[in-house]
């Protein structure tokens, strides 16, 4: 998937499909939100390792896709299993990072069109987003691409020293 067009204040840029030579920087990425803010709660960061065997776990029905400007991976997005339990099969949770000094200037919005483009049609019904409340942000992306709060978990997550509310969003597929 190819999809080259031009972001507000950034260079022309292409989302494709993830290949493994892009996990060094999807990690780093990640790796990012780890140390630095509550868009995971993931303390600890990953080892490439640990991006190689999450990326083995992905397939046509539950892509990952980057964001590529200027010849460098800035960001991705993936949907990922939301339980191993068989009923569940129809549900995704979905996952998207963004270069930190990257950010706000479209990448997130791109993404999250071409992976709503790359599934339609297919298996999934919904996918669910698990979010820090905190993260306005983050929720505005996810509203602006058709998820709706489904929910909040209180007092779930703890970073960096506080106790963080999830917000549960959802977007129905069919």
Known sequence: ??????????????????????????NEIYNQAVLRTTGTFDTEPKSLEDRRAWFDAHHDGLPVLVYEAGGAVIGWVSLSRYSDRAAYDAAAEISIYVDETQRGRGAGG??????????????????????ATENAASVRLHERAGFATAGILRSVGEKFGRLLDVTIMQRMLK
Do not use: H, K, Y
């Not at 292409?14 to 060094?24: F, G, M, S, W």
């Not at 071409?114 to 987003?129: K, N, Q, S, Y």
């Open 1 to 26: 998937m190819n999809l080259p067009t031009a972001a507000r204040d950034a260079p022309a840029f292409t989302i494709r499909r993830a290949t493994r030579d892009d996990l060094p920087a999807i």
């Open 110 to 131: 791109n993404l999250m069109a071409a992976l709503a483009a790359a599934v339609e049609g297919g298996p999934l019904r919904t996918i669910i987003a698990r979010i």
